[in-house]
């Protein structure tokens, strides 16, 4: 069956720009995570979502950054006035439910802010 | 918080040969410990995870130990081949607790 999709795979903007990253879980799947990977590195937790309610927002690195879920489905993360520090791959996964063990990951945005 | 190392930081075996990555995790109340392989470009893929209530499992050529009184938990790939060549992840998470915990990846490289 259909992963976890990402939109857009890459994503380049000017610092200063708001950028939108989305996220469309698996199907029936209703916990959704965000992760970010600076170059070389592990992954680090930004934020998740039960339904449509975020329980745990605190990997959030800043007030810049956003996130929210419609419809327990898609998510979108917005990042304003974007900084070069922000350059980042941005994971999104996905489980059945919030402490449901397995997460799938989607393939990524690659951010690079110039 | 949860604090996850991983060693190496890069491997390099010979095909057919044996790999062996190891992580320790600090909090005792981890109880979830999953593993990744993440290729060039692409996002991390779940390969085999471990509960705490059970010491190892296998899948095949790939094995996972756990260990709770020493807090470490290590992956096996048996008869390596150049297709397991990949980034791979472990990473921890608490009961209750739904993000999972990283660490810093080991860059397994298997030639021919």
């Known amino acids: 069956g259909a992963g976890v999709s990402q939109s857009p795979s890459n994503k380049v903007t000017e610092k200063g720009k708001d950028v939108e990253l989305r996220c469309d879980p698996i199907s029936g799947h209703t916990a959704l995570y965000w992760y970010r990977q600076s170059l070389g590195q592990g992954l680090e937790f930004l934020i998740y979502f039960q339904g449509n309610s975020a329980p745990d927002k605190s990997g959030l690195p800043s007030d810049r950054f956003s996130a929210e879920r419609t419809g327990g489905s898609v998510s979108t993360l917005t990042i304003q006035r974007t900084q070069q520090e922000d350059s980042a791959v941005y994971l999104c996964?996905?489980?059945?439910?919030?402490?449901?063990?397995?997460?799938?990951f989607g393939p990524g945005t690659r951010l690079t802010v110039t | 918080g949860e604090n996850v190392e991983q060693h190496p930081s890069t491997l390099s075996v010979q095909e057919g040969d044996s790999a062996v990555i190891k992580c320790t995790y600090s909090?005792?109340?981890?109880?979830?410990f999953p593993w990744y392989k993440q290729e060039l470009g692409k996002g991390p893929q779940l390969i085999i995870d471990i509960r705490s209530n059970v010491g190892e499992k296998k899948d095949q050529r790939i094995a996972v130990t756990l260990n709770k009184t020493a807090k470490h938990f290590s992956l096996h790939i048996t008869e390596t081949q150049p297709e397991d060549s990949a980034v791979y992840f472990c990473?921890?998470?608490?009961?209750?607790?739904?993000?999972?915990?990283f660490g810093t990846g080991t860059r397994l490289l298997v030639s021919p």
């Open positions: 996964a996905s489980s059945l439910s919030a402490g449901g063990g397995e997460q799938y």
């Open positions: 990473a921890a998470s608490m009961a209750g607790f739904q993000k999972l915990v």
């Open positions: 909090d005792s109340a981890s109880n979830y």
